[in-house]
């Protein structure tokens, strides 16, 4: 079972943007907002007051267009794909505007539709990755009438390095930025997303865009951890078994006893999106905690070992639980065991499980 606690992402979002206010705080809720639930997550971010929402995809902005009716402001981050403005105005979502291109359709469609029409423009600050690079902008301040007929509401860019508060490129990114924005028109400006919150005041600018932390992920690498833990996954004990001293366990005989042992087939593999690269490194609680319980073993697409020697035989039948992630096995532990990062562990939870919603 997968448990997602509503009332924690809100806590997350809110004490967020206690700390950035005056700013505004948005949510991103893209990958089926981090994999537990766009529609629920953002139905109760809205409830609550969130106004701004950024997804990924277009299709992404149109499902919670649905869920959250006009209202709310829904940007789409990866652009404008050709021949879908139609779609981006009959639904009314922001486009992200990355590339000039992307500028000159809107500019044409805007003027075609006779109105205005809203976007957010985005500048490449350093990370080779989405918005204009320097020489583009350039030739956009050159030429001011390409964005006649575009309200443009936000100037945007992406840091990608405020997880280190130590890099120095953080700073040269801000002050790039500011550089840039400085030759457009004077909207609002948005460049921290989860981590660069914990930058300090002048990164906040207008509007942070929130993302993993609110689902608990550590918003920076080497600090504690001040977000509500949001996930709880629990797996099944599906078989218990004692084996001898020789014995190997799962695919390729990578585990094999030392001295006789108690194991614990659970329930969920790396079709559940608990990952492959976790065998032999991770580990499993009690859900009330206790013992370190180790997985052993290469995980399976549907299953995978526990070694649960050090439980008192009685405390463990079939059908009882373990937690994967939990109160006592932090998201981004069950991650580094992984290899890999809270983002990547939690947009990888498939839709196996039963998911149960609390909170909200």
């Given at each position: 079972m997968l448990r997602i606690d509503l009332a924690a992402v809100v806590a997350n979002w809110r004490m967020l943007a206690a700390?950035?206010?005056?700013?505004?705080?948005?949510?991103?809720?893209?990958?089926?907002?981090?994999?537990?639930?766009?529609?629920?997550?953002?139905?109760?971010?809205?409830?609550?007051?969130?106004?701004?929402?950024?997804v990924a995809h277009l299709a992404e902005a149109v499902a919670l267009r649905d869920v959250l009716g006009p209202e709310p402001v829904v940007q789409v981050l990866n652009g404008l794909p050709p021949g879908t403005e139609p779609?981006?105005?009959?639904r009314g979502l922001w486009p992200v505007l990355n590339s000039l291109d992307q500028v000159e359709r809107w500019h044409h469609h805007a003027r075609a539709a006779g109105r205005p029409l809203p976007a957010s423009l985005q500048l490449d600050t350093g990370m080779s990755r989405f918005g204009l690079p320097s020489p583009d902008l350039d030739r956009?301040?050159?030429?001011?009438?390409?964005?006649e007929g575009i309200d443009l509401r936000l100037v945007m860019s992406h840091l990608g390095c405020a997880d280190d508060p130590a890099d120095e490129r953080n700073e040269q990114q801000r002050l790039l930025f500011e550089r840039l924005r400085a030759t457009l028109p004077a909207v609002p400006a948005s460049l921290a997303a989860s981590s660069g919150i914990f930058l300090g005041r002048r990164f906040h600018l207008?509007?942070?865009?929130?993302?993993?932390?609110?689902?608990?992920?550590?918003?920076?690498?080497?600090?504690p951890n001040p977000m509500r833990p949001v996930v709880r996954l629990e797996g099944r004990v599906v078989q218990l078994r004692a084996v001898p001293?020789?014995?190997?366990?799962?695919?390729?005989?990578?585990?094999?006893?030392?001295?006789?042992?108690?194991?614990?087939?659970?329930?969920?593999?790396?079709?559940?999106?608990?990952?492959?690269?976790?065998?032999?490194?991770g580990i499993a609680t009690l859900p009330e905690?206790?013992?370190?319980?180790?997985?052993?073993?290469?995980?399976?697409?549907?299953?995978?070992?526990?070694?649960?020697?050090?439980l008192p035989?009685?405390?463990l039948r079939e059908g009882d639980t373990l937690d994967l992630i939990g109160p006592?096995?932090?998201?981004?532990?069950?991650?580094?065991?992984?290899?890999?990062?809270?983002?990547?562990?939690?947009?990888?939870?498939?839709?196996?499980?039963?998911?149960?919603?609390?909170?909200?």
């Open positions: 700390r950035v206010a005056p700013a505004a705080c948005a949510a991103v809720v893209k990958a089926d907002g981090y994999g537990l639930g766009a529609a629920r997550v953002a139905a109760a971010l809205s409830a609550a007051g969130c106004r701004c929402f950024f779609v981006f105005v009959h956009l301040a050159a030429h001011p009438a390409m964005l207008d509007l942070v865009r929130p993302g993993a932390a609110l689902y608990g992920v550590p918003p920076q690498n080497g600090s001293a020789g014995a190997w366990v799962g695919y390729g005989a990578r585990f094999e006893a030392v001295a006789p042992m108690r194991i614990a087939t659970v329930a969920v593999g790396y079709a559940d999106g608990f990952l492959r690269a976790g065998g032999g490194r905690g206790g013992p370190a319980l180790p997985i052993i073993g290469r995980i399976s697409m549907d299953s995978l070992g526990v070694d649960v020697s050090a035989p009685e405390r006592h096995r932090p998201l981004a532990d069950a991650a580094a065991a992984a290899g890999t990062i809270g983002y990547e562990m939690l947009t990888s939870l498939g839709q196996r499980y039963h998911r149960r919603y609390e909170g909200g």
